[in-house]
């Protein structure tokens, strides 16, 4: 599998290289694209460029695709030896240490003057994913956010109503005593912090109306007492009322979130489309906004980009690429040939993304902009330099509390002292 890895990056640039060429023979500028993606975004991704291509028949686009695994490391490399592609996808993650390593190229003032751009009907929240503080450093790329999704047939067989727009956390917590069904080998819920990661984060934010951090990411505050709480609603979830596994003596699920051995499970928006389009439910499914908790009830969500690093050969033919990309005509492509969401209220490319859904496709473009993009029921989520390392500490305080039984206050002024002492060397070393 090693080899097979490090070889897939010729052999897709190659063949890419070689399908675009055919269509942009008469180029007369030559630029790089770096991303990630699998053998099978191949054709995809040809497509896109040839859409490309033909508007701007004097560049030639040479795509250069690599695992996602590699993918970070081998941007990091090549933007330090000063040979980097000349446009890049940025992950949210890595945004924020990429530009405090000065290694991206500041695109305000191509933005503020693109009337390609200006003129994109961009959700409100969708530019500020492009942005590092207050300033742009790519275009918005792949933007999605995480709901609930919900087995119809279990709400109905169970005899109560699905979670409607104002359910609240009090609201889930009383379902769940109800969809816990042992004889059926269907758990009520699928525990969406015990990973940590940005799931638990989200669930702090409107838990607490804080982070793991404060504003400035200078102290830790994971001990705090509404953090506590929010884990224990989780923890008796668990271990009191059964509603999810990891207690003593658990009965086996019938099967995955997918297969119906849970009644609800938080997700990103995508699988929607992702999960109906290769048959992998096997129940009737429904979607909800996330439960009002004590200060929100907003959605995690995040948005790459694409990126022009320092040191790009051609700046100017990239961002024309970036600019494209980010228009109605590259969402459009990128909607038709790569499955990617639209960052815009365009109806007529949410319904042909979604048309694969069939009776449902209505349903859920009404949902995402009536009830989550359009109302802005969404955080973009913030990521911070020490932000892995935090999560870090994090995932193991949850796993001690979800699968050893951990107390929850002990375990969480420990990852606290933790996380202190992380940040407090971070900025004696700054």
Same mark, same amino acid.
């Given at each position: 599998?090693?080899?097979?890895?490090?070889?897939? #990056?010729?052999?897709?640039?190659?063949?890419?290289?070689?399908?675009?060429?055919? #269509?942009?023979?008469?180029?007369?500028?030559?630029?790089?694209?770096?991303?990630?993606?699998?053998?099978?975004?191949?054709?995809?991704?040809?497509? $896109?460029?040839?859409?490309?291509?033909?508007?701007?028949?004097?560049?030639?686009?040479?795509?250069?695709?690599?695992?996602?695994?590699?993918?970070?490391?081998?941007?990091?490399?090549?933007?330090?030896?000063?040979?980097?592609?000349?446009?890049?996808?940025?992950?949210?993650?890595?945004?924020?240490?990429?530009?405090?390593?000065?290694?991206?190229?500041?695109?305000?003032?191509?933005?503020?003057?693109?009337?390609?751009?200006?003129?994109?009907?961009?959700?409100?929240?969708?530019?500020?994913?492009?942005?590092?503080?207050?300033?742009?450093?790519?275009?918005?790329?792949?933007?999605?956010?995480?709901?609930?999704?919900?087995?119809?047939?279990?709400?109905?067989?169970?005899?109560?109503?699905?979670?409607?727009?104002?359910?609240?956390?009090?609201?889930?917590?009383?379902?769940?005593?109800?969809?816990?069904?042992? $004889?059926?080998?269907?758990?009520?819920?699928?525990?969406?912090?015990?990973?940590?990661?940005?799931?638990?984060?989200?669930?702090?934010?409107?838990?607490?109306?804080?982070?793991?951090?404060?504003?400035?990411?200078?102290?830790?505050?994971?001990?705090?007492?509404? $953090?506590?709480?929010?884990?224990?609603?989780?923890?008796?979830?668990?271990?009191?009322?059964?509603?999810?596994?990891?207690?003593?003596?658990?009965?086996?699920?019938?099967?995955?979130?997918?297969?119906?051995?849970?009644?609800?499970?938080?997700?990103?928006?995508?699988?929607?489309?992702?999960?109906?389009?290769?048959?992998?439910?096997?129940?009737?499914?429904?979607?909800?906004?996330?439960?009002?908790?004590?200060?929100?009830?907003?959605?995690?969500?995040?948005?790459?980009?694409?990126?022009?690093?320092?040191?790009?050969?051609?700046?100017?033919?990239?961002?024309?690429?970036?600019?494209?990309?980010?228009?109605?005509?590259?969402?459009?492509?990128?909607?038709?040939?790569?499955?990617?969401?639209?960052?815009?209220?365009?109806?007529?490319?949410?319904?042909?993304?979604?048309?694969?859904?069939?009776?449902?496709?209505?349903?859920?473009?009404?949902?995402?902009?009536?009830?989550?993009?359009?109302?802005?029921? #969404?955080?973009?989520?913030?990521?911070?330099?020490?932000?892995?390392? #935090?999560?870090?500490?994090?995932?193991?305080?949850?796993?001690?509390?979800?699968?050893?039984?951990?107390?929850?206050?002990?375990?969480?002024?420990?990852?606290?002292?933790?996380?202190?002492?992380? $940040?407090?060397?971070?900025?004696?070393?700054?």
């Amino acid at each position: 599998m090693g080899c097979f890895r490090q070889r897939i #990056v010729p052999l897709l640039t190659v063949l890419l290289i070689f399908s675009v060429s055919m #269509v942009s023979h008469a180029a007369t500028t030559t630029i790089t694209l770096a991303t990630y993606a699998s053998a099978a975004a191949v054709a995809g991704w040809d497509k $896109v460029l040839a859409d490309f291509m033909r508007e701007n028949p004097d560049i030639e686009v040479e795509l250069q695709l690599f695992p996602q695994n590699e993918y970070p490391t081998k941007m990091m490399t090549l933007m330090a030896a000063g040979s980097p592609p000349d446009l890049i996808l940025t992950w949210a993650q890595y945004k924020p240490s990429w530009v405090e390593l000065n290694l991206l190229t500041d695109l305000t003032e191509r933005w503020e003057n693109s009337a390609v751009l200006q003129s994109t009907r961009f959700y409100p929240f969708i530019p500020e994913s492009a942005k590092s503080n207050g300033r742009y450093y790519g275009v918005p790329h792949d933007y999605n956010a995480q709901i609930w999704f919900t087995n119809l047939d279990h709400f109905a067989k169970s005899g109560i109503l699905p979670p409607q727009t104002d359910w609240t956390v009090d609201d889930m917590r009383e379902m769940a005593r109800k969809l816990v069904d042992p $004889v059926a080998g269907v758990y009520a819920v699928r525990n969406p912090v015990a990973g940590a990661s940005t799931e638990l984060l989200q669930w702090t934010m409107n838990w607490t109306g804080h982070g793991w951090l404060n504003e400035d990411y200078t102290k830790a505050m994971v001990d705090s007492p509404d $953090v506590i709480a929010m884990i224990e609603y989780w923890a008796d979830m668990q271990y009191n009322m059964h509603a999810m596994p990891g207690w003593p003596g658990a009965y086996p699920a019938k099967g995955t979130h997918l297969t119906g051995g849970y009644a609800m499970w938080q997700g990103w928006l995508s699988y929607a489309r992702t999960y109906t389009a290769n048959n992998q439910f096997s129940y009737d499914w429904g979607v909800a906004l996330m439960p009002k908790a004590p200060k929100g009830r907003l959605s995690l969500a995040q948005g790459h980009m694409f990126s022009i690093p320092h040191g790009a050969n051609r700046p100017e033919e990239a961002w024309r690429l970036a600019e494209w990309l980010g228009s109605y005509a590259g969402q459009r492509s990128l909607a038709l040939n790569l499955d990617r969401q639209p960052l815009g209220p365009y109806t007529d490319l949410w319904s042909e993304l979604y048309q694969v859904l069939g009776p449902k496709a209505r349903y859920i473009e009404n949902f995402v902009n009536t009830a989550l993009y359009g109302p802005n029921m #969404v955080n973009t989520m913030s990521y911070w330099i020490t932000y892995p390392e #935090v999560n870090s500490i994090m995932a193991a305080a949850m796993r001690s509390i979800f699968t050893s039984q951990a107390p929850v206050a002990n375990t969480l002024i420990s990852a606290n002292q933790q996380i202190q002492a992380l $940040v407090n060397q971070y900025l004696d070393n700054r």
